[in-house]
Nanobody, 127 residues
Framework: VQLQASGGGLVQAGGSLRLSCAAS????????MGWFRQAPGKEREFVAG????????HYGDSVKDRSTISRDNAKNTVYLQMNTMKPEDTAVYYC?????????????????????WGQGTLVTVSS
């Protein structure tokens, strides 16, 4: 499975951004998907996750109430809409696929649960 993240860039604080992650080479509709981010000098952090059908979503505390994860299985794409962005949202954002499509609050945040990773897209939020 190949994952291609896009949509990163420079945004002002308070602004919005939508990231996309296109998958190829696998059965996208069977995978759970996650978004993680990594800021310089920090560990990779869970941002959001979604199960195979889109019926179950999970969010990290740092983006809860400001973000929405969604998926379009017909387009093999998962999205992350981020609003009211803050300078501390600055990071490289990665999408990842878990071949076990069911998510729980415990598994979705664990980066070791994911089998495939995209290359990352840089998001910079200016103050």
């Amino acid at each position: 499975v190949q994952l291609q993240a896009s949509g990163g860039g420079l945004v002002q604080a308070g602004g919005s951004l939508r990231l996309s992650c296109a998958a190829s080479g696998g059965i996208f509709s069977s995978y759970a998907m996650g978004w993680f981010r990594q800021a310089p000098g920090k560990e990779r952090e869970f941002v959001a996750g979604i199960n195979w059908s889109g019926g179950s979503t999970h969010y990290g505390d740092s983006v809860k109430d400001r973000s929405t994860i969604s998926r379009d299985n017909a387009k093999n794409t998962v999205y992350l809409q981020m609003n009211t962005m803050k300078p501390e949202d600055t990071a490289v954002y990665y999408c990842a696929a878990d071949s076990y499509g069911v998510t729980t609050d415990e598994t979705v945040v664990n980066l070791h649960e994911y089998d495939f990773w995209g290359q990352g897209t840089l998001v910079t939020v200016s103050s």
